[in-house]
């Protein structure tokens, strides 16, 4: 079993989490699995919650739908409220909006320095050449928090073009065509993040 310093916690924050989060928490799930194989998350832990969140709530049968699409799990998802424990354990907090951003980061514990919008992270991850991340060889966790780091120094160089840009919209109660489109503004915004840590490219 490894120890905490082995490990590498994503937390993905939306609303309800019962929406946005989930189609997030377990698309990476499904890309990591994807990149290295089904039995090896390299250490990295994924996880999502709610700013508002239903606690013990199922997803979303919409947000279900869409993960189907891209063949990830959505089986045994139960939601959660977001807690000061889910901050100071995470050593990454993506939020679908720059409010979620704003609401973590006022919770305190350090958490300016590893919280992005999702859409803010993927265009500093874009920036960053992979190649002065730690090699492979030095394991995910290490590369993961170098990724983390850089991004961070970039993030006040490299501003969102428009305010819209780092939102991913609330499809809650909107139809399955709008959760498919918001499926896949998370999907792209996930992919290049996901090779980003895994230093391997999605397969086609």
């Not at 979620?100 to 300016?112: D, E, F, K, L, T």
Request: glycine content about 10%; proline content about 5%; hydrophobic content about 45%.
């Amino acid at each position: 079993m490894p120890g905490i310093g082995d490990t590498f916690r994503i937390l993905h924050v939306s609303t309800g989490n019962v929406c946005r989060s989930p189609i997030t928490e377990r698309l990476t799930r499904h890309f990591l699995a994807d990149r290295l194989g089904d039995a090896d998350s390299g250490g990295l832990i994924v996880e999502s919650a709610g700013t508002w969140g239903h606690e013990g709530a199922p997803m979303e049968a919409n947000a279900e739908a869409v993960l189907a699409d891209f063949g990830a799990d959505a089986s045994g998802f139960v939601g959660r409220e977001l807690l000061d424990e889910h901050v100071i354990m995470a050593d990454l907090v993506l939020t679908a909006t720059r409010d979620h951003r704003a609401q973590v980061i006022s919770m305190g514990h350090s958490a300016g320095l590893r919280t992005f919008t999702l859409k803010e992270f993927t265009r500093l991850v874009r920036a960053i050449d992979p190649a002065t991340l730690p090699p492979l060889e030095d394991g995910l966790v290490e590369r993961a928090r170098a990724l983390v780091r850089a991004a961070a120094a970039l993030r006040g160089w490299l501003l969102a073009p428009t305010a819209e840009a780092d939102e991913v919209h609330d499809p809650y109660g909107a139809p399955l065509p709008f959760f498919r489109s918001i499926g896949d503004e998370i999907h792209q915004a996930l992919d290049p993040v996901v090779t980003a840590l895994t230093g391997v490219a999605a397969r086609t």
